[in-house]
C-alpha cells in the first residue's frame, strides 16, 4: 500500500492569517462605550504588549478575545475562527454554547489573580480541564501536567496546596493550568500586579521563555523593561482606542503621541 502523503497548499495560495485579529470592535456597557472601534492584528508567534491607563478597555478587549463578553459589532478572528460565530457562504451565524466553549480552548487567559481550585494541589489543578472538559485519560493528563510544572519551574510542587505556595508560584501553577489546553495564543492581564516585587522575575522569567517557543501571547503589563525586551509589538491604548501602537523601543522609549508620553513618565 502507498502512502498517502499530505499535500501542503503552495504557499502562493494559503491567505495571510494573523492569531487574533480586532476589527473596528466596539463594547458598551450601559452609555459607557468603553471600546471605541479597537483595530489590532497579532501574528502567529508573536508577543504584544498591550499598555495604557486604567479603565482604557486592555481588560475588557482581552475578555473579548475569549468570548467572556460579547462585541457590539465588529468582530475579533482567533486562528481564522470569528470569535461568537460560524462563517459559512459568507454568512455569520452565532454560535451555541458548546460551540463557544470548544472555541475558546484556543484561547488560554492568565488573570491578576491566580484563581486557583483551594482543595486541590497543584498538580490537581493543572490536570483540571485536560481530564473534566477534554476529557482526557488521568494518566495523558498527569503525564502532561507534571512536565508542565517543571516547565514553570516547579516540578517540586506538584503535591502542594495553593495555600502553601507564595503567590509568584501560584501565578506559575494558573499558567501552566492555562497551557494545559495547548492553546493557540495566550491572553496575560497584568499578571505581576498582584504580586510582591521580589516574586514578579520568575513570573516574567517564564512568560520570556514561553515567548522564545514560539507562543503568541498578548500580555496587558506595566512592565515596561519586560515589554521592551521580549514584546514584538506595543499596544498603547486610552479611552477604548488604540492611540499608537508598533516597535516597543519606538513606542515606549520615543512615543509619537502625548498620550503615551503622559502615561509612560507615570509608570516609568
Ligand atoms: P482596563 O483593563 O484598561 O483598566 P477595563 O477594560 O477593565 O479597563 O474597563 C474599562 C471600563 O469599562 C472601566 O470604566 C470599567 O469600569 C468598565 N467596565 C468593565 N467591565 C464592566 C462591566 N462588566 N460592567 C460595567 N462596566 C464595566
Ligand atoms: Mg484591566
Request: glycine share 8%.
Amino acid at each position: 500500500m502507498t502512502a498517502v502523503v499530505p499535500q501542503a497548499a503552495p504557499a502562493a495560495a494559503t491567505p495571510h492569517q494573523p492569531m487574533v485579529e480586532a476589527i473596528e470592535v466596539h463594547k458598551r456597557f450601559g452609555s459607557l462605550e468603553v471600546l471605541n472601534g479597537v483595530t489590532m492584528s497579532v501574528e502567529r508567534g508573536q508577543v504584544v504588549c498591550l499598555l495604557g491607563p486604567s479603565g482604557s478597555g486592555k481588560s475588557t478587549l482581552l475578555r473579548c478575545i475569549n468570548h467572556l463578553e460579547k462585541v457590539d459589532a465588529g468582530m475579533i478572528r482567533v486562528a481564522g475562527e470569528t470569535v461568537g460565530y460560524r462563517e459559512k457562504n459568507g454568512r455569520l451565524s452565532e454560535l451555541r454554547e458548546k460551540e463557544v466553549a470548544t472555541q475558546r480552548r484556543k484561547v488560554g487567559m492568565v488573570f491578576q489573580r491566580f484563581n486557583l481550585f483551594p482543595h486541590m494541589t497543584a498538580l490537581e489543578n493543572v490536570m483540571e480541564a485536560p481530564t473534566q472538559v477534554a476529557r482526557r485519560s488521568n494518566a495523558d493528563a498527569r503525564r502532561e501536567a507534571i512536565d508542565l510544572l517543571g516547565q514553570v519551574g516547579l516540578a517540586d510542587k506538584a503535591e502542594t496546596y495553593p495555600a502553601q505556595l507564595s503567590g509568584g508560584q501560584q501565578q506559575r501553577v494558573a499558567i501552566a493550568r492555562a497551557l494545559a489546553m495547548s492553546p493557540e495564543v495566550m491572553l496575560f492581564d497584568e499578571p505581576t500586579s498582584a504580586l510582591d516585587p521580589e516574586l514578579v522575575g520568575d513570573v516574567l522569567d517564564v512568560m520570556r521563555a514561553l515567548a522564545e517557543n514560539g507562543m503568541t501571547m498578548i500580555v496587558v503589563t506595566h512592565e515596561i523593561g519586560f515589554a521592551r525586551e521580549v514584546a514584538d509589538v506595543a499596544v498603547f491604548m486610552d479611552g477604548g482606542v488604540v492611540v499608537e501602537q508598533g516597535d516597543p523601543r519606538q513606542v515606549l522609549m520615543h512615543p509619537a503621541e502625548e498620550r503615551t508620553r503622559s502615561f509612560l513618565s507615570k509608570v516609568l
